[in-house]
């Protein structure tokens, strides 16, 4: 999702007010934000596959895992409102359960 928005989502939902459909977009404002962000940079995406078995282990999967452990520590200290716990409890079920085939699962 991450990296659809940055590629052009982030544009067409700016246009539409935020809005997609009619409806207003999950998070906006942070989407708001991260639009502000980025809009004078260069940004370069690509989609790297975050589970794969240690004979397809590189540089750029090592620096995932760094990233997402990362994430991870950071999550761990944010005091969420329990709708925040909620939405990043059905985002980790939804990793898991999907065994964790990242967007081709979607």
Do not use: C, Y
Request: glycine letters at 4%.
């Amino acid at each position: 999702m991450v990296a659809n928005a940055l590629w052009g989502w982030l544009q067409q939902w700016k246009q539409n007010n935020w809005q997609r459909r009619g409806k207003p977009i999950w998070a906006a404002a942070l989407w708001q934000d991260i639009a502000a962000r980025v809009e004078n940079l260069v940004v370069k995406v690509h989609h790297v596959d975050a589970h794969v078995p240690k004979s397809r282990d590189t540089e750029e999967h090592q620096n995932n895992q760094q990233v997402d452990q990362a994430a991870k520590m950071e999550v761990a200290q944010v005091d969420l409102d329990w709708q925040h716990k909620g939405e990043l409890f059905i985002a980790w079920w939804a990793h898991d359960t999907s065994g964790h085939q990242g967007r081709d699962a979607t």
